[in-house]
């Protein structure tokens, strides 16, 4: 029955995800929001709801592995699976900007949190706590990128598209009324808090069951659930043509993870964090960097890059189980 709860609570999980995100993207559009914006920000923190909320429930718990395990994971399953598929969907053409300052700033998050949880690490003990104080400063990064994303979205006007786009779009958003949107909104939003909690109970008992430690539940079951909002919504988009919007998702997702998860649930509850995740934080630093290589060899991320990035999470998975 354990299992069936696990199921129900990733249903519930990326169906919430689902109406939240495109509730909060209509109400954007209503508004008068720019695109780039709804992407980078309410796609980014809709696909991270479920990691955040997951992550909370954790904290709360006391399974500070799970909450590190969880981002972490998910990180590396975002920039390795999530981007390899949808790269072998639609080769990405990468923008300058998005190749020289977001990919850096996701690399920048990356150390952060390592030099953050691996503190204690250095001077040789076993364990490391994320404390209250590093929530804030992970925060406060938070605000750092929020702050550079609404300067970016300010160089392009919602004006830069055609007519019968705009035009279109209007329309759209026009034809959905507010009780409407509000109503699925908070559906979705209800569908993700539950789903979180019984994913982390279920998870919990599997892992007790099964001999599995806090941080492999975190980094395969719990991460591949919590980034399947991801895979779905960069696929779909690599499948409609918005390549830059799946791009766009999966880098702001994990800034996401680490900054606004991380920080808000170390925040809520100190996270203690075990030795031996340090080796999946140095994993999600080497796959940024390597996206980092791939965007910036001719601005442009081939099938064949794609491939390579899957692999590198097949391997991993592999070495993860064994490891156990």
């Known amino acids: ?57 954790a904290a709360l718990e006391g399974n500070g592995d799970m909450v590190a395990g969880n981002v972490v994971g998910s990180n590396i399953i975002n ?80 004006s830069t598209l055609d007519d019968e786009v705009r035009l279109k779009v209007a329309d759209e958003a026009r034809s959905a009324g507010w009780a409407k949107l509000i109503i699925v909104l908070m559906i979705g939003l209800a569908g993700i808090v539950l789903g979180g909690e019984l994913v982390v109970s279920s998870a919990s008992e599997i892992a007790v069951a099964l001999g599995m430690s806090q941080a492999l539940v975190g980094l395969t079951i719990v991460a591949l659930g919590t980034s399947l909002p991801e895979l779905v919504t960069s696929v779909m988009a690599a499948f409609k043509g918005e390549t830059q919007m799946a791009l766009g998702n999966m880098i702001g997702s994990n800034i996401l993870n680490i900054l606004f998860v991380t920080g808000l649930a170390s925040v809520i509850m100190p996270l203690a964090v075990s030795r031996i995740i340090i080796f999946d934080m140095v994993l999600v630093i080497l ?3 390597m996206l980092f290589i791939f965007a910036k060899t001719e601005h442009h991320l081939r099938r064949s890059e794609g491939v390579v990035l899957v692999l590198f999470y097949l391997v991993y998975l592999v070495f993860i189980i064994w490891r156990g």
């Open 287 to 289: 796959a940024t960097l």
């Open 79 to 158: 920039i390795t699976l999530v981007l390899g598929l949808t790269v072998i969907v639609a080769p990405i053409a990468v923008e300058r900007e998005v190749a020289d300052r977001d990919t850096i700033f996701a690399l920048g998050a990356s150390v952060l949190m390592l030099l953050l949880v691996g503190e204690r690490w250095y001077s040789g003990a076993e364990d490391s706590i994320i404390s209250r104080v590093d929530g804030t400063i992970l925060l406060i990064g938070l605000g750092v990128y929020m702050y550079y994303i609404f300067k970016k979205a300010k160089r392009a006007k919602v």
């Open 1 to 57: 029955m354990t299992y069936v709860w696990l199921v129900a609570g990733f249903v519930l999980l990326i169906k919430g995800a689902d109406w939240f995100v495109d509730s909060a993207s209509t109400i954007a559009k209503k508004l008068s929001i720019s695109p780039i914006i709804i992407g980078l920000t309410i796609i980014a923190f809709g696909t991270s709801a479920p990691e955040a909320v997951v992550s909370i429930i």
